[in-house]
């Protein structure tokens, strides 16, 4: 009786409009006045030992960082260096989206921060050239989740500390994955080329000098920056000299160094206004983890997940079948869900059938993160796309077609990447021997 | 400038001080225990402080401007009128809410008195009671609760708008 009061209470006020911490806070509170085992220091305690995890400090920093790198002009040298890789190849400008997000994706850990960056080079660009604004801004937007996949990715921390499963693990596996997204994107925009016939761009158009005089050695000199905070986040984790939270602060000190003395940028106002911008984000997203905890935590007190496993119990559901399904379920509740708070509340209720069905929990990782996070490309909550479509001046309606066919292709490699988990496991095996 | 705005900008400071307090120990620490090989504890006690402190005082400025995530479903389907009534109910759903975390924030608080910090600070000869950490939660519900006082008056006012002859859809 107080579990659906809670839950109807919860879906009423989302449903409303209520901001979702709130809504949270008020569908918790139910077992409060309701039931006599459930006091106010227990959500005092329960909220306020996320604060103290160490893992989830990484959060802020990592948001930081990438608030940090939009003052330093990456997004034009990670642009210069996706074209000189991708040369004349049929569709360029849509690769170069592409390339240059799963490069993003690799020191920025913020989907919306790609699309913002990115998105406004790119997007135009494409529309002169021939592209359809909705092609332009769904690629945009789907390119996008590669950073929730690609390390460092905020949503991996937060599925990490969520299920106690190896961060280091979540980070390194989910490299290929990203590479494959991103694959299967160039390659679907490679036949949208062919298709809409349409070519080559010339160079002016996102840069300042044509493809043919573009230099693989001014590209590797212009991408050392971008790269090297890559390598010192995964190269430090994986030598083990610091944790994903201490690569988050290295990375912070080093590009506000970096910033400072090789890139000239001394404006003080802007960083202030940066440090603004990057507190209200940590403060948005922390305060809900630490908010779905206690509300996760009252799911499990009424044993929510117990009709779920006994249901996977009694029908014989294979690993496989269930992540597929698992996968379906997060693919809909990431259309209407802001990812993290989703993952909070839906993974410890999934995880016991999990643990049951032995499925290897850098596997659930990864593939729970990208399918929560596909589903923030479909309206009605999907930020990226919404400020992709804004940037090439069209509507999620008229983009829905392409949405479509986007996250279908990405739910084939999905489905690819849980009947062949060597895909994920790969990298972990070979450096974590895990 | 009037006081809330004054207020506004002094914790914009703070949080930034925070901010960067955060980033800063964390480097720190990495380069004493790795460099010179000499671990920092106490710094988790300044980081713990910073990270709460920010999270806590950033929620209240993230609700005066209505950062916190939500998912607006209905409101392409109301009128402009209906809209204005929403978002009054929904500003003060939220302030009942903030209540709630004001009774929880209190408790906390008191509860931080009988409390110490389980990291030991080597200069202190004893260890430090959590009122430092749990405070913010007290704090940061009270900055929440007087945003959201100004946006329940905000929206208030527009309903008055509108049935002071102003027009709907």
Redesign the interface.
Known sequence: MILAGILTIFLG???????????L??AS?IP?LFDSHVH??Q???I??QQ??S?TL?AI??FI?CGKLLQLSDVADDLIYMSRAFIGKLRGDLAHINVMTSIFFAGISGSSVADVASLGSIIIPAMKKKGYSPEFSATLTSASATIGSIIPPSILMIVYGSIAQTSIAALFIGGIIPGVVIGLSQMVYSYFYAVKNNIGQSSGEMIGDAPVEELSIWVALKKGFFPMSIFLVIIGGILTG??TP??A???A??YI?LVNIFIKKKRNLKQY?EI??K???????I???I?VASFFSWILTYYKVMIPIINAVKGSDLSAPAFLIIVTLIYLLIGT???PA?AMLIFVPLLMPVMNMLHINPTVAGIITVMAIRVGTVTP??GLSTLMAAKIAQTSVVKMMRHICLFVGVYVLMLILMIYVQDIILILPNIFLGA | MNVIDRFESTL?FV??I???M??????V??IAR?VFGFPLPEV?IV??FS??W??????G??LK?K?????????SYLSERANAI?AF??DV??L???I??L???Y??FL?GFSRTELTPIRFLDHRITLVY??S??LFGAITMFIYQVINVRKTFKKIKEFQTGGSSK
């Open positions: 006020l989302l449903v409303f409009g209520v901001p979702v911490v709130f809504s806070v008020l509170g409060l106010l220091n959500m005092a305690s909220i306020l604060f103290r160490f400090l802020p920093l930081f000299v610091f939270t201490e988050a602060g290295i912070v000190m506000l202030y440090t603004k990057s507190v209200i984000e940590s403060a948005t922390f305060i809900l630490a209407f869900m802001e708070s009605p909550y | 914009y949080l930034c925070f901010q960067f955060l980033s800063f120990t964390i480097f620490a990495v790795y988790n980081q713990n990270l709460v920010l999270i806590m005082l950033g929620s400025i993230a401007e950062e916190h995530l939500d998912i607006d479903i209905l409101g929403r109910l929904i759903v939220v009942l809410a903030i709630l975390l009774a929880v924030g408790k906390s509860a950490f749990n913010a939660f």
